[in-house]
């Protein structure tokens, strides 16, 4: 159910034909910011996530609904209508709904509405304002453009599972589908982009975003360091590659994260820890030198953690 209060994108219409979660969480954000969001589901089918369960909502008679959790975490704030693009009664119905939207969202394989007259060259001649979002894979061109993509397999191809697991440890995925929740939060930032420029001009745009570009761009610092320093990175478990102390530690009862952004708060953990010597070593006193000497600092550290429960530590500090 959509909220009752306006939202900042009152009034602007979206026709979501993706599915599984990138396009979805991308036309989900845009629904939250109160835009009027119809997604269109093959009939007999609906979205792949319908399925992808147990657990399922149950319904009042106490068995499960065709809804997925998983399918409720992208696509509330939604209506939904079932169409066969593939007919013309379908395709018609289709274009009474773009006569009317801002906003076409699709995560079909490259070339795959171009059959059907749907793809972005052959609307924008009727529709000029329309803001046309494709989401694929690995873009609309190059020698990978035609292939499917799924999120741990571009969390596999990106880099971010070689950054994470333990670090005499296998690549590890994140335990969210995080490569497409990001390329959907970029395909909204395009899409709110693009609909300023609609707005100053009443020309659409089309927005081409991949998975696999998302996954990349968000390697952030991880990215840069390799840029700068041309050595790849390695897998830290819990540490970080820049920061010293910043990782989970036990306590005398349990972990704890000890999170120290500068140095000054490294000087106080150390005053609060009875560690004062560690923070006057010259090895230890600035973030430079702590990284250089990431093992021993973070050996004293932990064995001054150990010393008392996580209750004293998560209070005092």
């Avoid at 979660?21 to 991308?26: E, H, K, M, R, T």
């Avoid at 969202?105 to 972005?120: I, P, S, T």
């Avoid at 840069?224 to 920061?243: C, D, F, M, Q, W």
């Avoid at 530690?249 to 000890?258: H, Q, R, S």
Wanted: aromatic share 6%; proline share 4%; hydrophobic share 40%.
């Amino acid at each position: 159910m959509q909220s009752m209060i306006p939202g900042a994108l009152d009034g602007v219409r979206i026709l979501d034909l993706s599915r599984i979660l990138a396009g979805p969480s991308a036309t989900q954000l845009l629904g939250d910011l109160g835009a009027d969001v119809v997604k269109v589901e093959k009939p007999g089918e609906g979205d792949d996530t319908r399925k992808w369960g147990p657990p399922y909502v149950v319904g009042k008679d106490g068995r499960d609904t065709d809804e997925s959790a998983y399918y409720l975490s992208a696509n509330r704030n939604k209506r939904s209508i079932a169409i066969d693009i593939a007919t013309e009664d379908g395709r018609a119905l289709l274009h009474r709904l773009l006569a009317r939207a801002d906003v076409l969202v699709e995560n079909y394989k490259v070339g795959g509405l171009a059959r059907h007259g749907l793809d972005y060259p052959s609307l924008r001649q009727r529709y000029p304002g329309l803001v046309y979002c494709s989401v694929t894979g690995f873009g609309q061109t190059g020698p990978y453009a035609r292939r499917a993509g799924y999120d741990f397999l571009i969390q596999g191809m990106g880099g971010i599972m070689s950054l994470t697991g333990e670090t005499d440890g296998t690549p590890m995925k994140v335990g969210v589908g995080i490569a497409d929740v990001m390329t959907g939060m970029y395909a909204a930032v395009g899409i709110l982009a693009a609909l300023r420029h609609r707005d100053a001009t009443g020309e659409g745009q089309q927005i081409d975003i991949s998975l696999l570009d998302s996954q990349i761009a968000w390697l952030v610092n991880a990215g840069t360091n390799y840029l700068a320093s041309a050595e790849v990175p390695k897998r830290l478990a819990n540490g970080h590659p820049n920061i010293v102390p910043y990782q989970v530690f036990e306590t005398a009862d349990g972990p704890m994260i000890l999170a120290v952004g500068n140095d000054g708060q490294f000087r106080r953990f150390c005053e609060i820890a009875g560690i004062e010597a560690v923070a006057r070593d010259e090895r230890y006193g600035t973030n430079i030198a702590r990284v250089r000497h990431r093992e021993a600092v973070c050996e004293a550290v932990q064995a001054a953690l150990r010393t008392r429960p996580r209750q004293y530590w998560l209070q005092s500090l």
